[in-house]
């Protein structure tokens, strides 16, 4: 638990490198969506990254209520349904109504917010800000609906919190596939055409990977600038021991409440990216086992650990949807193997993770943080630890 | 120890790792091999060195289908149809140069948040024309993706209107939920004689489930019928409450177009409950695992569906024969030789691309987007020409019931809408 303390000079040095780094991302992230040649690595890059850094988002907003407030809720799949219905429903343009809403006679919602505000700044401003503001509404929403359900739920404790808010985001989920709710959720059917990764465009430049890295980035800046803040350390008291913090006068509630709806605002805001990146949406896709899939990532990354969770989002993804879709193909470099068939890629990817949770029990990386003001002084000394630089490469993304 | 580890699991990573180039230098040449075949096939000929029967070059058809999740049975079979074509006619001669035809196959998990991934390898394989998917929201959450990358894309038994609707790089050989939702509606009142109640049993949150429930009960109310509608939540194993409201409310016909393994259940509990309410469904439930869970009870199941056994003798002999042969392929079936319509359409399929190829003379899937329109093809399913909006023309439907004492299928009747 020991924190090492640094000097303002060298946190100066890992401020400026990571920035440069940050910087370095965004231009090869530009360049990837304009320049580059389409092969099939890129192809297959630009998904696997966009979904990492929604999944980066998502993983660490639970992080910020699992690993930092120590409560254990798997609403998360709820929140992101939420998040995900409201940037769709208020982003479908008119004359897409009637197509999308088929068996609701158009639905009842008749506008868009990303339309109405093409009309007056233009194609490629009015899209942008349209979908920011439906981005910023999802959050809102599933913030809203946390604070409404957290009243009762977070005064459980421990399994009983789990238990609870797993149950709310499966009522979330029957509810937003209710016929009687058509007219606006579109019941069991798809919600597609509202304003996607593709929309964000400058005249010919394409931002389709930029866009989902800018929101993230941007939001678990926010949840580090929280995490640091008086707020947060009242967070991990509540962690490491709620009678303790409550001794030293935390408000056990209020902190909790605020964990909980922050969690889920950005749980929505990742849901949203989640629609766009998807271009439609379903609410028979956000069952419990994206939840414990979510969970598995923080698992992996560490407890505690944003960039942890960032580093295992990105790994996970790559894994699951594209390192490990050979063994599907029934051939390893040009030879048949007659077992690498339908389902075999699955129990490989178990494997794995089941060996990253036996030997690295807390993690990828505990709760420790990726710093470069660390790697400084680490360099400076010369006695550099090998396998630590070896992750350090791979974080840059967070 | 703690080294040891590390290095361990180093050398997992630069194992996966060495998978992930692996992979991708299996895709590269493919797609190395589909773009400048064109220009590097031209001079070979001119120079008259390549031999004529040795293939010019590689055409990669994307095999875009669910081969885990829920709909993995049903996308296995429609595989094992584009497979056995494959074998049939490996090649396909354009323009006087005969290509080697390659399918790449890309598991969709039956899930729509997979859908974008799954899509990209095969547009990153180089696909000149895809076939797929089984189930239409996959298909739906799919269709961006490639529309963006240019590729036409044939559906071959996903049967909402949403998929080709709106677009122009969508097409599909089957019939649509309107078309079959009205097909039930008129067999249940002209031949199961329902006269007053319909009951119909959908899953929550299925889009397939509630579109045609939707279709079948405008269809059923215009012809006078009253519609009961009940909806099970996902993962639901118990149906008897559901059948007893069938039964209380009079029903004369339940239609239930539900996925494959909620009709099993749905199936043994009717037969343990004694309904003698016949029960109709659409093409989900033409499986051979539907006819396993009828085989022995006295219920009375119909299905509407492509394709009816005795269609073309010659086809299901060699198709039977060929996966006899492959246990990997029996197995993907259920484990018998029974064809399913869905393998029919498969079939079908892969023929269609393969005259959309011809037709437009080009491996370059803009040139095969042009050509699809105009394509037409009489398949073992019958007779596939295209509309304006990319839907096969098709205005007859295939009713089947199971024979509960053998086990098989039983033709019907042909029934068409008017």
């Known amino acids: ?398 | 120890m703690k080294k040891l580890l590390a290095l361990l699991l180093a050398l997992c990573m630069v194992l996966a790792l060495c998978a992930c180039g692996s992979s991708s230098g299996d895709a590269a040449p493919a797609a190395d091999d589909a773009a400048p075949a064109e220009d590097a096939a031209a001079p070979a000929d001119e120079a008259a060195e390549a031999p004529a029967d040795e293939a010019a070059g590689t055409i990669v058809i994307g095999v875009y289908e669910p081969l885990s999740g829920d709909n993995g049975a049903g996308g296995k079979q429609e595989v094992l149809g584009m497979q056995y074509a494959n074998a049939m006619t490996p090649t396909v001669e354009v323009n006087g140069k005969v290509y080697n035809v390659e399918l790449v196959i890309s598991d969709n998990e039956s899930s729509n948040d997979k859908a974008v991934s799954a899509a990209t390898k095969l547009v990153a394989a180089g696909a000149s024309v895809v076939l797929g998917s089984y189930g239409s929201g996959v298909s739906i959450a799919g269709s961006d993706t490639f529309a963006e990358a240019g590729i036409p894309v044939i559906g071959v038994t996903c049967t909402n209107p949403q998929v080709t609707a709106g677009n122009s790089h969508y097409f599909r050989i089957c019939f649509l939920d309107p078309f079959q939702g009205t097909v039930q509606a008129n067999y249940a009142h002209d031949e199961l004689g329902a006269a007053s109640v319909a009951y119909c049993l959908g899953q929550l949150g299925n889009d397939y489930d509630q579109g045609l429930i939707n279709y079948f009960k405008q269809a059923a109310e215009a012809l006078g019928l009253e519609v009961v509608t009940e909806s099970f939540p996902e993962g639901n194993s118990d149906f008897t409450s559901y059948l007893t409201n069938a039964k209380n409310a009079n029903a004369e016909v339940i239609f239930a177009p539900t996925s494959i393994s909620y009709a099993q259940l749905i199936i043994e509990q009717a037969a343990a409950q004694g309904i003698d309410i016949p029960l109709t469904a659409p093409d989900t439930w033409d499986s051979n695992v539907i006819l396993a869970a009828a085989e022995g009870t006295d219920l009375s199941i119909s299905v509407s569906t492509f394709y009816a056994e005795g269609g073309d003798p010659a086809f299901e002999e060699g198709f039977k024969a060929w996966m006899n042969a492959d246990a990997t392929a029996l197995a993907n079936n259920g484990g018998n030789d029974t064809i399913a319509a869905v393998s029919v359409m498969g079939y079908d399929a892969y023929y269609v691309a393969l005259e959309a190829i011809k037709n437009a003379g080009s491996i370059d899937p803009a040139a095969v987007m042009e050509a699809l329109p105009g394509t037409t093809y009489t398949g073992v399913s019958g007779s596939i020409a295209f509309d304006e909006t990319g839907d096969a023309i098709r205005d007859t439907a295939f009713i089947k019931s199971a024979d509960t004492a053998t086990g098989e299928w039983t033709f019907v009747a042909e029934q068409s809408v008017g």
């Open chain 1, 1 to 398: 638990m020991g924190k090492t303390l640094y000097t303002p000079s060298e946190k100066r040095a890992g401020r400026v490198i990571a920035v440069v780094l940050l910087a370095a991302l965004y231009v090869l992230l530009f360049l990837l969506d304009n320049v580059l040649p389409q092969n099939s690595f890129t192809l297959m890059l630009i998904p696997v990254l966009k979904k990492g850094a929604i999944y980066s988002l998502i993983c660490v907003s639970m992080n910020l209520l699992n690993g930092f407030t120590g409560l254990f809720s798997l609403g998360q799949a709820g929140f992101m349904l939420i998040g995900a219905y409201a940037y769709a429903i208020f982003s479908i343009p008119k004359a897409q109504h009637e197509a999308v809403y088929q068996y609701f006679h158009g639905g009842v919602i008749r506008f868009s917010i990303p339309e109405a505000l093409q009309s007056v700044l233009g194609a490629d401003l009015g899209a942008f800000l349209g979908a920011v503001i439906c981005i910023i509404i999802a959050g809102l929403f599933a913030a809203g609906f946390a604070a409404l359900i957290g009243i009762p739920v977070l005064r459980l404790k421990s399994d009983y919190l789990a238990i609870a808010t797993l149950g709310f985001a499966e009522i979330i989920r029957a509810v937003f596939q209710w016929d009687g709710l058509g007219v606006v959720t579109n019941g069991s059917n798809l919600l597609r055409k509202y304003t996607s990764f593709s929309d964000i465009r400058v005249g010919s430049l394409r931002f389709t990977t930029v866009f989902p890295f800018l929101i993230a980035t941007l939001c678990i800046l926010l949840i580090v600038l929280l995490i640091n803040s008086s707020y947060g350390r009242a967070f991990k008291a509540i962690r490491d021991d709620e009678i303790a913090a409550e001794a030293m006068g935390v408000n056990l509630f209020k902190h909790k409440m605020l964990s909980f709806v922050i969690s889920s605002f950005f749980a929505g805001v990742g849901g949203a990216l989640l629609a766009m990146y998807q271009t439609t949406i379903q609410a028979a896709a956000f069952k419990t086992a994206m939840t414990y899939e979510i969970l598995l990532i923080v698992v992996i990354g560490g407890i505690g650990s944003i960039s942890g969770s960032c580093i295992a989002s990105f790994l996970f993804i790559a894994c699951n949807e594209w390192w490990l879709r050979f063994l599907d193909s029934g051939s390893f470099l040009g030879v048949s193997v007659p077992f690498f068939r339908d389902g075999f890629r699955k129990v490989v990817f178990s494997v794995i993770i089941m060996v990253v949770v036996l030997f690295f029990s807390r993690g990828i990386m505990g709760d420790r943080e990726l710093s470069f003001a660390g790697l400084i002084r680490r360099l400076k000394r010369k006695n550099t630890a090998a396998p630590a630089a070896a992750d350090e490469t791979g974080g840059d993304a967070s």
